[in-house]
């Protein structure tokens, strides 16, 4: 039976099951890496929250949480690389160990600004966890640690990600139907 919002997908991309079992690859390579470092984990608002809650619970380390909100200006289709902070810090990252939780990794602005950024509060070191990599569409020199998948230049949602904020809730990752994108 087709929910209310898998009417508009017009293919899975990443299964469920797919996603779950890199999630625990990701979340044991975390743990070989951040054992006894008690690293903070970084979750980018909003489209990192469902993969955050997954992976800090497959790698089981001691560790801290905290989330960052963030947007780039739009001009256009594309982003203008200036990337605004729409919730902050709270706490004090000085000296820390931390890991970037990235939805997907795309132009690349956003984590260039926030690697800076990071480095200006104090960080002692910084990885970064992204669940997709677009490398066709890289405009920054950012690369990530660790991976999940590389995907195709397609819009995708689910599993966090959305369209127009609709979506997010999509147990895995899927490429919208046009028509979609066409109402709007
Ligand atoms: P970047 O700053 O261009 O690397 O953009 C990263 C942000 O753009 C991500 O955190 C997403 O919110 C958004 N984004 C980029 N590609 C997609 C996509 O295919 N689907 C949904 N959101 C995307
Ligand atoms: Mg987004």
Do not use: W
């Amino acid at each position: 039976m087709k929910s209310e919002i898998e009417k508009d997908i017009l293919k899975v991309l990443l299964s469920e099951e797919e996603i779950k079992a890199r999630v625990q690859e990701l979340g044991d390579a975390l743990y070989d890496r951040f054992e006894g470092k008690k690293p903070l984990f970084l979750g980018v608002l909003k489209g990192s929250f469902v993969f955050m809650a997954d992976l800090v619970r497959a790698c089981a380390l001691d560790c801290d949480l905290e989330f960052m909100a963030l947007s780039s200006y739009q001009s256009g289709t594309s982003s203008s690389g200036r990337v605004q902070i729409n919730y902050d810090l709270r706490h004090d990252i000085t000296g820390r160990n931390i890991v970037i939780v990235e939805d997907i990794l795309d132009s690349g602005n956003t984590l260039a600004f926030l690697k800076d950024y990071l480095m200006t509060k104090g960080a002692k070191d910084i990885a970064i966890v992204t669940l997709l990599d677009k490398p066709s569409r890289r405009t920054k020199a950012v690369t990530a640690d660790l991976a999940g998948f590389t995907v195709p230049d397609e819009f995708v949602v689910g599993y966090g990600l959305d369209f127009a904020e609709r979506y997010r809730n999509l147990p895995y990752i899927g490429v919208l139907k046009p028509e979609v994108y066409e109402k709007v």
